[in-house]
Structures are given as C-alpha cells and as structure tokens.
C-alpha cells in the first residue's frame, strides 16, 4: 500500500463514524504536540466535517489537546461576507472553536467577500495563499505548512475542497491557493486548496457518510483519475485514510474493502 492508496475504515452508521474519527483526531493532533510541541489541522466544512467537529466538543477527551498549541487551516470556503452562517468557519466555530481555547492568532479562516479584497476572489486566494507560505517551516515545500491532518469531506461528485470534476481548479499545478468561480454547487465563488497543497499534508482523511456517497466512493477508489473524480488525488505524504459508514462503503468492490473494519 502507497500513501496515495487510501486505508479503508468503515463504520456502522453515520455517528459511530464521527465519534471515532474524533478520537482518531484528537489522539492525533496529541501526538504531534508531543513530538513537534504544535499541531496542525486543515477543517472540511459540510455535514461529516461539522459532525466531526461536534463530536470533538462532546468528547471528554478533548481536554487533552493543548488548543493554545493548535493551527487550524481550511481546505475551502464559501467566498461570502465574513459573518454569513453557509461560511465553513462560522459552522465551525459554532460546532467546536468557540468552546475551547484556541490562539485567535493561530486560526486562520479563508478571506470573505467583505475583507480587504472585496470581490476579488483571486486576490483573496493570493492572500491566503501567502498566510499559508509565512507559516512554512525551512523544510516546507511548495510554500505551504507539512499539515498533521488535512480533513476532506466526499462530494457525491467526487469533488473534494472546492474542486469539482473536469472544472479547471482541479487541473491547477503551480498555485496552492486559488479563486473559484462558477462552481457547479452554490455559491458558486469559492476559495480552495490545490491538490498540490493537499498532498503536501503529512495525513489526508476523506470523510464520506451516507448512501448518497456510496456511488463517489466507489468511483474514487476505482482509478479514473484526479480530473474526473477529484477525491482520487488527494493523499497525504505519509498516509490517507478514507472514513466511511456502512452506507457510503456498500458499492465499494469486494477486493477493496478493507480486512477489519471498526
């Protein structure tokens, strides 16, 4: 198995799936601070990843994170005015940040619609862009952090971020960061990743819940490649876990699906 082959672990059902990729998260990101002294997380918006996030507050566990040692980053964002409840960080901090005692200084949302750039989106994207360089280490590459955990929530598109299929995000190669526009889901002006930035996570999970996913999933593990379904290129550096339940794993084929599953 390669780092670009994802590891399968598959769940019951839809909150058993949240509550252990929440444990796998913080035990994660502990982990790191014990070895680095910090941690670094990239948050998924959409349902799994708010579920995720909810889960963390609900786990005693928590509390063994050190929050004031945490960066969180975003994969993507809704290019809206900074306080609109459809933004990934305004559901993200409902859900988690605003419960526990992050650094502001360490928690770095994607510009909105209503910052310094105003409708730019290509300039919002360059900004982020340049956060994302300042905060590389000296054994960085590409300009951009080695992330802990980059979480990636599952389309039923197989879109991950904010890059659709055959939509000319998914095809960029030189930026990190880039400006979406005309995306087939509303709205349709985002902000996203690049592959080439994701891959640069040292762990990349992909988050798929629900029938409506099984189809993606499948897809995804079949090999059609990262232009048709953008799911299949992204891994991780050293390792990528594709978290699933039951009803998103059901049209996996038999010789993919993992041994044991939790």
Do not use: C
Not at 157 to 171: C, K, M, N, Q
């Amino acid at each position: 198995m390669t780092n670009a082959t994802p590891q399968l672990v598959v769940h019951r059902d839809k909150e058993l799936m949240a509550q252990a990729a929440a444990a796998r998260l913080i035990t994660r990101i502990v982990d790191a601070q014990a070895a680095r002294g910090s941690a670094s997380v990239v948050l998924t918006g959409g349902r799994n990843g708010n579920a995720l996030l909810a889960a963390i507050a609900a786990s005693p566990a928590r509390d063994a994170v050190d929050w004031g040692r945490l960066d969180l980053w975003w994969g993507d964002e809704r290019f809206l005015p900074a306080a609109d409840p459809d933004r990934n960080a305004v559901q993200a901090r409902a859900e988690l940040l605003d419960a526990v005692p992050l650094d502001p200084a360490r928690v770095h949302e994607m510009p909105a619609s209503d910052g310094v750039d105003g409708s730019d989106v290509e300039a919002a994207a360059a900004r982020y862009a340049q956060e994302l360089a300042q905060a590389a280490g000296p054994g960085d590459r590409l300009g951009v952090p080695a992330f802990d955990v980059l979480l990636l929530g599952v389309g039923p598109d197989t879109h991950i971020a904010s890059l659709f299929p055959e939509h000319p995000g998914v095809r960029e190669t030189e930026l990190t960061v880039i400006g979406v526009r005309g995306a087939p889901k509303p709205p349709p002006t985002r902000i996203s990743l690049t592959l080439p930035a994701i891959r640069e996570a040292r762990e990349v999970w992909l988050l798929a819940a629900g029938e409506d996913k099984a189809g993606a999933v499948a897809l995804a593990l079949s090999g059609p490649g990262e232009i048709q379904a953008p799911a299949s290129g992204a891994y991780g550096r050293s390792r990528t876990l594709m978290l699933l339940d039951r009803a998103a794993a059901e049209r996996i084929p038999p010789q993919l699906y993992p041994p044991a599953s939790a």
